[in-house]
């Protein structure tokens, strides 16, 4: 758990500080979002991060988002 706290503040300041850098290259913003996105939803599969801890704050509304798109996706494969 401690080893994916840290990894999400590593997407937290890549997000924050390096963002209009990468944004230049579409392609690499393509692949950090891809790569949160699979970090997050492994993460929730298995429980790994505490959603309302204070590393995973400042990273709220993606993570939200994200989350609604899991549920969404989950809840129309078992109907």
């Not at 994916?4 to 692949?31: G, P, W």
């Not at 950090?32 to 429980?47: A, E, G, P, V």
């Not at 400042?58 to 989950?74: D, G, S, T």
Request: hydrophobic share 40%.
């Amino acid at each position: 758990r401690c080893c994916f706290r840290r990894c999400c503040r590593v997407f937290a300041i890549i997000y924050h500080s390096h963002f209009q850098a990468l944004e230049k290259d579409k392609k690499a913003i393509n692949h950090l979002n891809t790569c949160f996105k699979h970090f997050i939803f492994f993460s929730m599969k298995w429980d790994l991060i505490d959603f309302g801890s204070d590393d995973v704050k400042v990273l709220k509304r993606p993570i939200k988002n994200i989350k609604e798109q899991y549920e969404n996706e989950n809840n129309s494969m078992v109907m």
